[in-house]
Structures are given as C-alpha cells and as structure tokens.
C-alpha cells in the first residue's frame, strides 16, 4: 500500500496511528508531499480528485479517501481490538470521530487563513468562527473524555490527533487551561508508541 502523506498533517497522523494500530504499518509505503489549497500538487491530483492527504493506494491500485474512510478499511486488518466497533456502539464512536475531524476542519482552515490567504485579504470574522468551532468542540471532549476508560479506537485517535494538532499550530491557545481532564487524558495517551512514534513535524 502506498500513502499520501504529509508529517504535518493532523488526518494523516490519524491514518498512521490506525496503521500502528492494526499492525500494517510495515506494509505501508509512504509518500511526502506537500499540499495546498492553492497550489494544485499534480502527481495527487491524478490519484485523488480533491487532491488532499491522507489518500491511500491499496495493494490492487483502488486509491481511498479520506481519512475516516482508509482508517476503517485498514481496521479490516485488524486483529485485536477494533477502532471501528460493529455493535450498537458503532454510532457513538463515529460521532466522535466527526466531532475531533470537525475541529481539525475548523483548525485546518484557519492555519490556511493565516499561513496561505495573503495578509491583506485575511477574514478575522472568518478566524474567530472556526476558534469557536474548535474551543466548543473542546469543551464537549472535556465532557466526554471520563467516558472513554481505556479504549483508543478512532474516536480516541482522532481527538489525539486534535490535542497534538492545536498544540503544533496553536501553542497559544492553552487548551489544557480550562480543560484538566482531557490535559491528563492527553499527558498518558501521547505516550502510548503509536501516538509518540507520529508526532507531527
Ligand atoms: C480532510 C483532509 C485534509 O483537509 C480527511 O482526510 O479526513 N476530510 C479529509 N487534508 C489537508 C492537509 S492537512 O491535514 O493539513 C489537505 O490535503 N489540504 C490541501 C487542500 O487542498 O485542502
């Protein structure tokens, strides 16, 4: 299998800890591209129309997107715990996993706000939305987090990739501040090898 891939990127990153996770990593090839909005990356653009990372070539040439898509076909890999549950749980754990993919849009977007739309055309209205979107996201995944016990499916390994995302790009923003439990939750997750081994760069 040949990634798409990017170290910078938060739904890569969940892709590569879902490959540590289901133990195929070894069989994956990765690819480092750099991506943008505006400056169409043509070797992708040939495998993925929306020309975005993560994308995944299977062994039969298929090529997948997005992120949610290729972390659960890589789950088909799986032999033990699964991140994508097949019982009535499977909707709560897809909402979480849309909620922290939610945040990383919102947070995504405003990095492209300010580090690729020229200073002069910059939207604040437009940079406090999305900081609305990702400080309320937060706040439920403050709520939440003493649910979560010690599963790491993919709802769990996308809200990583979120608390790794805003402290990559947002330092200032302080999310552990207001949010003492998720800040414990993240202090042991990050430690767990699959997590610490895909820190972005
Ligand atoms: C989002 C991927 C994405 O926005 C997924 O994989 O879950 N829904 C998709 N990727 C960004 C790079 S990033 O994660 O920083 C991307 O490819 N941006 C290039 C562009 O044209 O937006």
Redesign the pocket.
Known sequence: MRLWH?R????????RIAAREAVVAERIEEIEVM????N?NSE?AACNP??????LQTDDGTVL??????CEYLDGFNTGARMFPADQRRWQVLRLQALG?GI??AA?SR??ELAVRPPEYRWQGWLDGQMVKIRNGADVLEREVQDWGERFEIGQITAACVLG?LDFRFPEEAWRQLRPRLAAWYERIRHRPSVAATAPA
């Open positions: 990017n910078a990127s938060p739904f890569v990153r969940k892709v991506v943008s909005p505006v169409v992708l929306l020309v975005k990372i993560p994308a997107y997005d992120s949610a898509v290729i993919d990383l849009d995504v990095r492209y995302y």
